[in-house]
């Protein structure tokens, strides 16, 4: 007999599973993609799960137009390296066609928005099955989603509601119009990634690592300076060294100040942190069920 | 470093959600800011302190009621071992999800109230432990501070429990007065129990052995997706991707392909830039043959001399899932691994009365029902005795109307 498998090459057989019972269960997935260590993480094993066939699926991303330019410059090195293909829905285009409305005020974010736009590039596109980086950990409304998580045809989930997913046989069927968010990665932890991404050698975005920044702080948060946060005078532009634990819109993303410059760093400070991911992201922080709302109304 | 993952299932108000929570508190896994909401949430305990239960509350409706209704899905580690709890629902009605919760899982922790003692739910939730087959379980006796710590309480529990599992097929019991309110041996031993010389909850959970070899004699993997790039350089690129399911598969091994029976050998494994000369249960590997042999998802690789039951006629246990009850003359699908095919639920043997392990001759199955039927497949299954190989041998029932997945089955035999 070998060994008995580190926990990490467990998570990673159980996501590479769960990855290729996608391809062999629907018409058309796809990958969603936002350039944060999650859905890198995604990419990596679906490489595991398909190399050296092709992809069975695109990648997609929904932009929102406010992303940090690293992450966009990541993303499409990324994908001429890998040579898959990626379908990119934009915020913009359904705020020019006045089918959502852009938010206003101090704290306005084009986070909510995103959902629109993941829906009818969903509808567009007729894509069956959506995977994303989502982990269980990251937030108690997401501890209680299914690994294949059915919506309906508004994009809705329905926690009270959920299939029984027995064992690892994952039950795909579902009725036109429909489609499934599929969640590999589940089980991972945030630290968990990190490992990975450590001892797969895997590239990030660089700002996930300690860099010179401009930020003002609101509501305690670091946010980066941009012309995408509607600033006014109360708020000073500070120089400091930061870096971020997640990747998302610029308006809702805040910065944690660190001195984290390698990969062993990072995971150094996430053990000894004593606040969670998603502590430095404003959208959580609307209410206590934030969460699961956006996600009874087609969020990811 | 390895995983355990376990369930914990107990009544409602027998104080599972706040045992996970005192887990998490004394293993120093709540993170500031999720403490600060646990505070501003205003859910108190008599006593003034935090209500840790509301950690797995996630949601509204359970926040609403004080109850859970779906599996939530909890992680912690220590410098043992990683941890994936599934905190499942106490609740008849949700069986189901307690069902979804116990299928992963290595093993269950049972939560008694040491006020009330043994009652039905705890013979259910045994029953539903021992069919799952889950390897071990330990039996929390909790509440301990409001029976004032006595020992006879703990003692007659362990005893009217003995009692019960020994009618069903329970592996390594193990029992542990507890106080989860207050953190009687939970995280750490408690000096309020001298009497108690056991471990506590965390020193069981970090030391139970988790590595079973049972599954060595059957060598199985199903044919997820068939990697074919078609490109110039890899235009003979044939390779059979899935992951094993038990067993040990080595390079040259003889390797039979079911349902056709095909046989071959075993000519190279791959995991993505690796050359493993064996490949075995939990790696999601590709795995190539040295003959080309027409074989697609829903095949299952296994090596020659350890053949499967192929049968298209099985005797399995059943629970029952979904609202509307079984409807003997409708035409299910069935997914066992990778494969999918159509089945009718042609007998009800028995159904069981659980709560008092009684067989009982009623013909309808309806919701969380659980017992023993005879399901006839469109297409041979190549499975095994769930006793002798859970991997190989459970599948479930979708309905094709609605789609939702409606039964859970647990493979017994070939029938007649």
């Known amino acids: 007999m070998s060994t008995k498998p580190d926990y990490l090459d467990e998570l990673e057989a159980e996501a590479i599973h769960i990855l290729r019972e996608v391809a062999g269960q629907f018409e058309k997935p796809a990958l969603l993609f936002s350039g944060g260590k999650d859905s890198i993480t995604l990419v990596r094993l679906a490489e595991k799960a398909f190399r050296p066939g092709k992809f069975p699926f695109p990648l997609v991303h929904i932009d929102t137009g406010h992303n940090f330019e690293e992450t966009i410059k990541y993303r499409d090195e990324m994908v001429a390296r890998i040579g898959e293909k990626l379908i990119v829905g934009y915020v913009q285009d359904d705020i020019d066609a006045g089918r959502v409305v852009e938010q206003k005020g101090k704290n306005a974010s084009r986070n909510q928005l995103q959902t629109v736009t993941l829906l009818n590039t969903i509808a567009k596109h007729q894509f069956d099955a959506c995977i994303g980086g989502a982990r269980r950990d990251e937030e108690k409304a997401r501890a209680k989603e299914r690994v294949f998580s059915v919506r309906d045809e508004f994009g809705q989930w329905n926690p009270k509601s959920q299939r029984p997913e027995l064992w690892d046989l994952y039950n795909g069927k579902i009725h036109k119009g429909e489609n499934v968010r599929v969640f590999p990665i589940s089980n991972w932890t945030e630290l968990d990634v990190w490992n990975y991404i450590r001892r797969e050698n895997i590239p990030l975005p660089s700002i996930y690592f300690a860099h010179e920044r401009d930020v003002i702080t609101r509501n305690g948060q670091l946010m980066a300076a941009s012309p995408f946060l509607n600033m006014d005078d109360e708020d000073i532009v500070q120089r400091k060294n930061v870096r971020f634990r997640t990747v998302g819109d610029m308006s809702c993303t805040a910065a944690v100040e660190s001195y984290a410059f390698e990969i062993d760093d990072i995971i150094n400070e996430i053990s000894a942190s004593n606040i969670s991911e998603r502590g430095a992201r404003m959208d959580d922080k609307v209410s206590e069920a934030a969460m699961e709302d956006r996600k009874k109304g087609g969020y990811f | ?416």
């Open chain 2, 1 to 416: 470093m390895n995983m355990l993952k376990f369930l914990t299932a107990g009544s409602v108000d027998d104080g599972k959600s706040t045992l996970i929570g005192r887990l998490l508190y004394d293993t120093d896994s709540i993170l500031d800011d999720q403490l600060e909401a646990l505070q501003r949430s205003n859910r108190k305990n008599d006593d003034g302190t935090i209500d840790l239960a509301i950690l797995t509350d996630g949601l509204k409706a359970e926040r609403e009621q004080g109850i859970t209704i779906d599996v939530a899905y909890k992680y912690f580690q220590t410098d043992k071992r990683k941890f994936i709890i599934a905190d499942t629902p106490g609740h008849i009605q949700y069986t189901r999800n307690m069902v979804t919760g116990a299928s992963n899982a290595g093993l269950a922790i049972i939560l008694i109230d040491a006020r009330k003692g043994v009652i039905e739910q705890t013979i259910r939730h045994s029953f539903l432990v021992s069919l799952l087959e889950i390897p071990h379980v330990i039996v929390c006796v909790n509440k301990m501070d409001m029976v004032d710590y006595d020992q006879q309480v703990f003692d007659k529990i362990v005893a009217d429990y003995r009692e019960m599992a020994a009618k069903l097929n329970l592996h390594d019991v193990n029992f542990i007065p507890v106080s989860a309110l207050k953190g009687d041996n939970v995280g750490f031993k408690s000096d309020r129990m001298f009497w108690y010389e056991g471990k506590s909850l965390l020193d069981y959970l970090e030391t139970v052995e988790t590595h079973v070899d049972e599954d060595a004699n059957y060598t199985r993997m199903p044919v997820q997706w068939v990697v074919r790039p078609q490109t110039d350089e890899l235009h003979d690129y044939r390779g059979y991707a899935g992951k094993v399911l038990s067993g040990t598969f080595k390079l040259n091994d003889s390797v039979t392909v079911l349902p056709s029976g095909f046989t071959t050998t075993l000519d190279r494994i791959e995991l993505f830039d690796k050359r493993p000369e064996e490949a075995s249960a939990g790696m999601s590997v590709t795995l190539h043959l040295k003959d080309e042999i027409d074989i697609s998802r829903g095949d299952i690789l296994v090596k020659s001399n350890q053949p499967p039951i192929v049968s298209q006629l099985i005797e399995a246990d059943l629970c029952w899932m979904d609202t509307k009850p079984l409807d003997p003359t409708h035409t299910y699908l069935i997914q066992h691994n990778s494969k999918v095919t159509r089945c009718k639920i042609s007998e009800v043997l028995y159904k069981m009365q659980i709560n008092t392990l009684e067989k009982l001759y009623d013909e309808e199955f309806k919701l969380n029902d659980i017992g023993r039927i005879v399901v006839k497949t469109a297409e041979p299954l190549a499975f095994d005795v769930y006793q002798q190989n859970k991997a190989n041998g459970r599948a479930i029932i979708i309905d094709s109307r609605s789609n939702l997945t409606v039964g859970a089955l647990m493979f017994r035999a070939a029938a007649e």
